[in-house]
């Protein structure tokens, strides 16, 4: 089974609106993060957001916030006020410690922003 | 502070060759990992290394070798070149194991082609 599935393959958005970015995933471990990668054209891997598997609150920052909803398994990112600088490819990863810590990454969802 | 870097930014290969893809951190980080990533697949770990003298094998590690002689250094070696390792690879590395929050920092990556 797949550890992490982002079932959008391409996103389009408004600039100035709000987009949220859908991630799932699987794991019986209770201790877990979830993490939200951003690849522009360029190629390089961005970290953008972190939430832990105890986290109470959903974690934010800047325009970045994780829609986590703990007994769905989903890690939705949720992107305000987009940019043009917002188009790129998105990655969910999960991280599990029962598994060495390994990181999985889903397959990616490509968003771009419509000026 | 260089982070994570790779080199060659760029390699040609013909099949049946070897070649080694060096990878070097400069945070101490105990956590060093390599990835493919082939359009539409995301990213998929080949080896990951919890520590110098410590190297397990992730989801495709066949064709590939790895060894971690020191904290630093995490070279990817391609033993006998095939078209279907054409792709490109990113190391990675964070700090460690205990916690499952902590990110993964990221080289640039290499392009790989095999002909």
């Known amino acids: 089974a797949q550890k992490i599935t982002q079932t959008q393959p391409g996103m389009f958005v408004q600039e100035k609106e709000a987009v949220t970015l859908d991630c799932t995933y699987d794991t019986s471990d209770p201790s877990y993060g979830l993490f939200w990668y951003k690849q522009p054209s360029s190629g390089e891997m961005i970290f953008l957001i972190y939430q832990g598997s105890y986290d109470q609150q959903n974690a934010t920052e800047g325009r970045y916030s994780l829609n986590f909803q703990k007994a769905r398994k989903s890690a939705n990112l949720v992107i305000s006020a987009s940019q043009l600088g917002d188009s790129a490819m998105y990655f969910c990863?999960?991280?599990?410690?029962?598994?060495?810590?390994?990181?999985?990454f889903g397959t990616g969802t490509s968003l771009t922003v419509i000026p | 502070n260089a982070g994570v870097t790779q080199t060659p930014k760029f390699q040609v290969l013909k099949t049946g060759q070897s070649m080694t893809l060096q990878c070097a951190q400069d945070m101490n980080h105990e956590y060093m990992s390599w990835y493919r990533q082939d359009p539409g697949m995301g990213l998929r770990l080949i080896h990951y290394?919890?520590?110098?003298?410590?190297?397990d094998q992730g989801e495709v590690p066949n064709g590939y070798n790895v060894s971690r002689s020191t904290t630093e250094d995490f070279p990817l070696r391609l033993l006998s070149a095939a078209p279907s390792q054409t792709s490109v690879y990113f190391c990675?590395?964070?700090?460690?194991?205990?916690?499952?929050?902590?990110?993964?920092?990221f080289g640039p990556g290499t392009r790989l082609t095999v002909l």
């Open positions: 990863a999960m991280r599990e410690r029962t598994t060495g810590n390994q990181f999985y």
């Open positions: 290394s919890v520590g110098a003298g410590i190297t």
């Open positions: 990675a590395s964070s700090y460690s194991l205990g916690l499952a929050g902590d990110e993964q920092f």
